[in-house]
């Protein structure tokens, strides 16, 4: 069974950096033909894809966030992480980490999603 649980703040100021880890379990995020994503949804929104990094360590951005946004990952503890910077509260949102098939199955395994609101 894969699971995925992300962590890190849950409040942070504005114009600082929004920092999230997820850890995964019960796959390598190695593995080949899955990418590891990152979704949020704003209050009352629908769901935002922001990026992703892929098994073999590729990089992909939403270009709407793509200047502000970094995803990188530690293949010794099986762990991806997303930095968003200069963060304002429009950013305020509940996180997802996701993994992705390349096949049509799509978003397979979520994170259960974390609450992180801008405010100061």
């Known amino acids: 069974q894969v699971q995925l649980q992300e962590s890190g703040p849950g409040l942070v100021a504005p114009s600082q950096t929004l920092s999230l880890t997820c850890t995964v379990s019960?796959?390598?995020?190695?593995?080949?033909?899955?990418?590891w994503s990152w979704i949020r949804q704003p209050p009352g929104k629908g769901l935002e894809w922001m990026g992703a990094?892929?098994?073999?360590?590729?990089?992909y951005f939403s270009p709407s966030l793509k200047s502000r946004t970094s995803i990188s990952r530690d293949t010794s503890k099986n762990q991806f992480s997303l930095q968003l910077s200069s963060v304002t509260p429009e950013d305020t949102a509940v996180y997802y980490c996701?993994?992705?098939?390349?096949?049509?199955?799509?978003?397979?395994?979520w994170g259960q999603g974390t609450q992180v609101t801008v405010s100061s």
């Open positions: 019960g796959d390598s995020i190695t593995t080949t033909n899955y990418y």
């Open positions: 990094i892929g098994y073999a360590g590729s990089r």
């Open positions: 996701v993994r992705k098939s390349a096949t049509p199955r799509g978003f397979d395994y």
